[in-house]
């Protein structure tokens, strides 16, 4: 009911498995914000100390922690471009959509450059625009068994399509390597040295069964060696994709920032498409409005709501929350979600702040009475920054929930109190 109520892609929670892979949880100018900010440190004195008594005063208890002030201010927000992107390319974006459209499903490419092409087309943050035509090509090839590539082997389009066909939650088995094998269940030596094969294969083996031990121990033999130092250091190209591969398994990595960087590598590739290049590009900046006019909504809804300044104490991460949320769904369609879970994780955020740093044990029973309760009748006995946060969280819950009754007709109020 929590996903209904956002909108949420339920693809972001999983694999679309029936087991569970090694990492089974996938998974904005949004770009520069992260690069140079996002790393703020905060210092408590402690987590939790003694519990304070309800007679102490403000300053005293909020001297239990620290925290750093908030780098995104209310005017710095506000103050952020918004050029209406997504409304003055929407035509032209959509003509390069039908062609590059044109271009994956007529096209003459070949099994491992039609790989390629929907490899791409995800990386750069396109997959929103393709999903049907990607569906429909890997249906193919999965019913044809055409991953089971034909003499001479290639490891890199074997791993390739391995890996294309499990995240779009195909059974595929992990004997489509068994030829790459020795009869130790090792790689074959030769295997060693095809830098962009190891690499293909190491992206592959984190979406890995429990007991598929083929994969693990090609985990295992794809290690930093093979990855970087074995690279040809006169291919960049190569060498800073081997770099990029071993920070993260790429379906934990925030998708609008694998674009931002796969757009920079395709550029300088001598085999990208043009008409696939210039897509990306606007979609981009498409995105990119779409997520300031989110956060700059969001700004004004947090800056009216005034909890930063009467809850002092509590830590103001509007911007982390926010960009939490684009992690999670950055697509355009997904505008009503992220909004509706920025205002949830910064509630979050607050009220964690409340039970772990300031409220003393008594205010919270009666706070966490009030919740349960559900009812305005129960501020009386709130202390006054308690009673201020429980109905912020009181009207922000009903106007969510009375949304999604307007839009999906389903009251969501007993789900969301019991949350």
């Known amino acids: 009911m929590a996903l209904k109520l956002f909108n949420l892609p ?63 201010s209310f005017s710095f927000l506000q103050s952020l471009k918004y050029d209406n992107a997504d409304e003055i390319y929407k035509v032209k974006a959509k003509k390069l959509e039908e062609e590059v459209r044109d271009a994956l499903i007529n096209g003459d490419a070949d099994l491992l450059n039609m790989l390629e092409m929907i490899d791409d087309i995800q990386r750069l943050g396109l997959k929103h625009r393709f999903e049907e035509d990607i569906k429909r090509k890997l249906d193919k090839v999965f019913s044809s068994r055409a ?15 391995f890996r294309l066909l499990r ?17 130790e269940g090792d790689l074959l030596a030769c295997v060693h040295e095809d830098a962009k ?32 130092t074995n690279t040809n250091s006169n291919n960049m190209e190569n060498l800073v994709s081997g770099h990029q591969a071993l920070e993260l398994p790429l379906h934990r990595k925030i998708h609008l920032l694998v674009a931002r960087d796969h757009i920079e590598a395709y550029s300088r590739r001598d085999d990208a498409n043009p008409l696939l290049l210039e897509l990306a590009k606007l979609n981009f900046n498409m995105v990119q409005s779409v997520l300031k006019r989110d956060l700059k909504e969001m700004s004004s809804w947090w800056n009216d709501l005034g909890l930063p300044n009467k809850l002092s104490f509590a830590r103001d991460r509007l911007m982390e929350c926010f960009f939490w949320t684009v992690g999670l769904a950055f697509e355009p ?15 979050i955020t607050v009220i964690d702040d ?5 409220g003393t044990l008594e205010e919270l029973e009666m706070f966490t009475e009030a919740v349960e309760r559900w009812d305005v009748n129960a501020l009386k006995n709130l202390p006054g920054y308690m009673k201020i946060c429980f109905l912020a969280l009181y009207n922000t819950v009903n106007e969510m929930a009375y949304d999604n009754l307007k839009e999906h007709g389903a009251n969501v109020i007993p789900v969301l109190t019991k949350a």
């Open 354 to 358: 409340i039970y772990d740093v300031y």
């Open 167 to 183: 995240q779009h939650g195909y059974d595929i088995s992990q004997d489509i390597f068994s030829s790459f094998m020795d009869n």
């Open 197 to 228: 094969g190891m690499r293909s294969l190491y992206e592959a083996s984190f979406l890995c069964f429990e007991g598929e031990d083929l994969l693990e121990k090609a985990f295992m033999t794809s290690t930093k060696k093979n990855l970087v």
């Open 10 to 72: 339920y693809d972001r929670f999983s694999l679309s498995h029936s087991k569970a892979s090694r990492f089974q949880y996938p998974r904005t100018d949004i770009y520069y914000i992260t690069r140079s900010h996002y790393n703020q440190l905060i210092t408590c004195s402690s987590a939790r100390t003694q519990v304070p008594q309800a007679a102490a005063d403000t300053e005293k208890r909020s001297a239990t922690c620290s925290y750093q002030p908030t780098t995104w």
């Open 333 to 347: 369609q997904f505008s009503s979600c992220r909004k509706g879970l920025t205002k949830v994780t910064s509630f």
């Open 147 to 161: 991953c089971f590539f034909s003499s001479p082997k290639s490891l890199h389009a074997t791993a390739l399509c």
